[in-house]
């Protein structure tokens, strides 16, 4: 599925590393999208989009069969239970 972020895409200014991780998410580049996402984290933590960056990320991890990506969807679960993407995240 490339519908990655669609729902974020709104008249909100977005940050380059953030779209460039959704755009490697697209094309399955989890590794890449990763790193991107966890720079913007780094670099905004307290925006609008770090939460969704957070979400990504651990899908990333999942996508990647990381030891670690179940856990962090987890987290993301129990961290923010009333987000639109903890939805999301039950499906993954």
């Known amino acids: 599925s490339g519908s990655y972020g669609k729902e974020s895409l709104d008249k909100r200014p ?6 460039k991780g959704l755009e ?4 399955q580049q989890y590794e890449t ?6 720079t913007y984290i780094t670099q905004h933590p307290d925006s609008q ?3 969704e960056a ?21 987290q993301f679960i129990q961290k923010y239970p ?3 993407f903890t939805t999301l995240a039950y499906y993954e």
């Open 49 to 51: 989009y770090a939460i």
């Open 33 to 38: 999208a990763q790193h991107h996402l966890n």
């Open 14 to 19: 977005i940050h380059a590393a953030f779209q």
């Open 54 to 74: 957070l979400y990504y990320v651990a899908l990333c991890a999942v996508k990647l069969a990381r030891s670690d990506g179940e856990e962090r969807l987890q």
């Open 82 to 84: 009333h987000h639109q």
């Open 24 to 27: 490697w998410m697209q094309l």
